[in-house]
C-alpha cells in the first residue's frame, strides 16, 4: 500500500506545484486574468495527472527521462493527450495555449518528477561499523629479503685495505 501512497504524494506535490505556477503566470500572460477557483482546479487536475504517473509506475513504466521517447512511446502520447486535456478542460486554456504549454510542461516535469520518487522510493544502503585498527609505524625493514641488520659503525669506519686482511 505504501508503495502507491507515497509515490502518488510526491507526485501530486511535484504536479502541483509546477502546474500551479503554470496556470498562474499563464492566464495572466496570455488572457490578463486568473480563473476562479484556480487552486482548487489545480488540485484536480494535478491529483489526475499524479494518479496517472503512480498507474504507470506500478505498471512497470515509469515516465522517466530515458525512457519518454524510446520504449514507452505509446505511454508517453498516452500521457500528452491527458496532459493536453487536462489544460484545456480543467485549467480552462484555449485548445492550441493547452495543447503547447501542456506538453511543454509534461516534458520538462514528468521526467524531473519520477527521477524525485525514484530517489526517495529507493532503500538506502545500509552501512556497517567496522572496527578502526591505527596504523603501527614502520620501525623496521621495509625490504622484501628479510631482517638485514645495518653495518655497525666501527665497520664504516676502517679503511678498505683494513677489510680485505
Same mark, same amino acid.
Given at each position: 500500500?505504501?508503495?502507491?501512497?507515497? +509515490?502518488?504524494?510526491?507526485?501530486? =506535490?511535484?504536479?502541483?506545484?509546477?502546474?500551479?505556477?503554470?496556470?498562474?503566470?499563464?492566464?495572466?500572460q496570455l488572457?490578463?486574468?486568473?480563473?476562479?477557483?484556480?487552486?482548487? %482546479?489545480?488540485?484536480?487536475?494535478? =491529483?489526475?495527472?499524479?494518479?496517472?504517473?503512480?498507474?504507470?509506475?506500478?505498471?512497470?513504466?515509469?515516465?522517466?527521462?530515458? &525512457?519518454?521517447?524510446?520504449?514507452?512511446?505509446?505511454?508517453?502520447?498516452?500521457?500528452?493527450?491527458?496532459?493536453?486535456?487536462v489544460f484545456?478542460?480543467?485549467?480552462?486554456?484555449?485548445?492550441?495555449?493547452?495543447?503547447?504549454?501542456?506538453?511543454?510542461?509534461?516534458?520538462?516535469?514528468?521526467?524531473?518528477?519520477?527521477?524525485?520518487?525514484?530517489?526517495?522510493? %529507493? +532503500?538506502?544502503?545500509?552501512?556497517?561499523? %567496522?572496527a578502526v585498527?591505527?596504523?603501527?609505524?614502520?620501525?623496521?625493514?621495509?625490504?622484501?629479503?628479510? &631482517?638485514?641488520?645495518?653495518?655497525?659503525?666501527?665497520? %664504516?669506519?676502517?679503511?678498505? &685495505?683494513?677489510?680485505?686482511?
Amino acid at each position: 500500500m505504501a508503495t502507491f501512497i507515497w +509515490p502518488l504524494l510526491i507526485y501530486w =506535490l511535484v504536479m502541483f506545484v509546477a502546474c500551479f505556477i503554470v496556470v498562474e503566470v499563464g492566464h495572466d500572460q496570455l488572457y490578463d486574468e486568473v480563473t476562479p477557483h484556480a487552486g482548487l %482546479k489545480v488540485a484536480g487536475g494535478s =491529483l489526475l495527472i499524479a494518479i496517472l504517473l503512480t498507474v504507470y509506475r506500478a505498471k512497470g513504466v515509469p515516465a522517466s527521462l530515458e &525512457t519518454m521517447f524510446t520504449t514507452n512511446l505509446i505511454w508517453t502520447l498516452l500521457q500528452a493527450i491527458v496532459w493536453a486535456g487536462v489544460f484545456v478542460l480543467i485549467f480552462q486554456f484555449h485548445p492550441w495555449h493547452g495543447l503547447g504549454i501542456g506538453l511543454a510542461t509534461m516534458l520538462l516535469v514528468t521526467g524531473l518528477a519520477t527521477m524525485g520518487v525514484d530517489s526517495l522510493m %529507493k +532503500p538506502s544502503a545500509r552501512t556497517t561499523q %567496522k572496527a578502526v585498527v591505527p596504523n603501527q609505524p614502520v620501525r623496521h625493514t621495509i625490504s622484501p629479503g628479510g &631482517t638485514a641488520a645495518p653495518a655497525p659503525a666501527a665497520e %664504516k669506519a676502517r679503511p678498505a &685495505t683494513e677489510k680485505a686482511r
